[in-house]
């Protein structure tokens, strides 16, 4: 069992940064790929970014050069670095662990809100 908690998300104007993370109880964090997701009032979740085990990564067109994922596997820990942030960035950002159809963890989620 695995569990997720997300930390790190507020209230920003637009073109500013935050940090959100991610720490996972539990001894495979390593072998997981860990994403992050959001959702927005009236919208479907969408993925934002990926990492695998292997550190390689994947982005949503819209966020592509702005955000940067990265993993702590020594920490347990996924982080999600978000720079020049939009408005349309507003959303619940909720964080992802899965290997195949065997392990499916999600967190709580963490508000983020860019004014502008």
């Known amino acids: 069992q695995v569990q997720l908690v997300e930390s790190g998300g507020g209230l920003v104007q637009a073109g500013g940064s935050l940090r959100v993370s991610c720490a996972a109880s539990g001894s495979i964090f390593s072998i997981l790929t860990m994403g992050w997701y959001r959702q927005a009032p009236g919208k479907q979740r969408e993925l934002v970014a990926q990492?695998?085990?292997?550190?390689?990564?994947n982005y949503a067109n819209s966020v592509k050069g702005r955000f940067t994922i990265s993993r702590d596997n020594a920490k347990n820990t996924v982080y999600l670095q978000m720079n020049s942030l939009k408005p349309e960035d507003t959303a619940v950002y909720y964080c992802?662990?899965?290997?195949?159809?065997?392990?499916?963890?999600w967190g709580q989620g963490t508000q983020v809100t860019v004014s502008s």
């Open positions: 990492i695998t085990s292997g550190g390689s990564t």
């Open positions: 992802h662990a899965g290997l195949l159809a065997r392990y499916d963890y």
